[in-house]
């Protein structure tokens, strides 16, 4: 097995013609020179491939079932853009690497990458959200509400409001973390929820089809926008005792 996996590894790594391969262990992919040159790709597709036994091959857009760029979900950042997976639909291989760049894992290994020592890439953030901290009185309020019919499901979300579930931190403890707010903005790529939330413009050409487990989580950019001006005015002075004391 360890002599078929490196054999894998080393047809991944040379450019050399590839023997033909079953269209289901097989994912074309589509990225601009700016992002081969960085080595990424080079970085993480062999570690996909590895854990996965899906190959990948860099093929012209026009033959891809994966596209970097600029439309689609958003999976990183970095070299001055955020970068966007495009799949073609029902295709099982593209929806396996997506998934994986979006999950920890995969999050893990592209920040991971850092060839002169710094990362070259983070995580994708929500610039709308950063960009506007909105008033925060009227949208604390529908905030609140989008937090509890949205969130309140698994997350206790306010003080005397939904329980949530117990295994889930509750909002308040979210709150109380230091990077709080690149958490909230970046949900929706984070476990568990990018199996189920759908973030309108955002994550919605990414037709996710791990089997629908449980129900999805639907809203726009202005919900989150919302969710994090409740999250926000929730302030230290809500928390209850503090998490750590010196
Ligand atoms: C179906 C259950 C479920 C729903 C619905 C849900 N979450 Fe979560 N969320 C979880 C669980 C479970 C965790 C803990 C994951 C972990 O610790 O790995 C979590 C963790 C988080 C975190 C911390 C993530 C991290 O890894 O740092 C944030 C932020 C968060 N949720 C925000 C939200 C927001 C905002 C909503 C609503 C728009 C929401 N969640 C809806 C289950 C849910």
Redesign the pocket.
């Known amino acids: 097995m360890q002599g078929l996996r490196t054999f894998f590894l080393a047809l991944i790594c040379a450019t050399l013609p590839m023997m033909a391969v079953a269209q289901d262990r097989l994912v074309r992919i589509y990225a601009p020179d700016a992002l081969i040159e960085s080595g990424l790709l080079k970085h993480i597709l062999p570690r996909f491939s590895l854990k996965t036994q899906v190959r990948t091959q860099m093929v012209p857009p026009d033959q891809a079932d994966l596209s970097f760029g600029p439309t689609g979900r958003a999976a990183f950042e970095g070299l001055g853009e955020t970068w966007h997976l495009k799949l073609t639909p029902d295709h099982r291989p593209a929806q396996r690497l997506a998934e994986w760049i979006l999950s920890d894992v995969g999050q893990r290994t592209v920040t991971g990458f850092a060839p002169q020592g710094a990362a070259l890439f983070t995580p994708p953030q929500l610039r709308t959200v950063a960009a506007q901290p909105a008033a925060p009185d009227q949208d604390a309020v529908i905030g609140r509400a989008l ?1 509890e019919t ?2 309140g ?3 206790r979300v306010g003080r005397g409001g939904v329980a949530g579930i117990g ?3 509750s909002f308040a403890v ?1 709150r109380s973390l230091p990077d709080w707010e690149d ?2 903005s970046t ?1 929706y790529v ?4 990018q199996s ?1 939330t759908i973030i309108e413009e955002v994550t919605d050409p990414f037709p996710i089809d791990r089997p629908a487990t ?1 129900h999805p ?1 639907t ?1 726009t950019l202005e919900d989150l926008t919302a ?1 994090m001006a409740f999250v926000t005015a929730m302030g230290a002075a809500d928390l209850g005792a503090p998490l750590q004391s010196k």
């Not at 984070?190 to 929820?193: E, F, G, R, Y």
């Open positions: 937090s949205k969130c499901r698994c997350h295994s889930t931190p979210l958490r909230f949900f984070l476990n568990p929820h189920f449980i989580v809203m969710i």
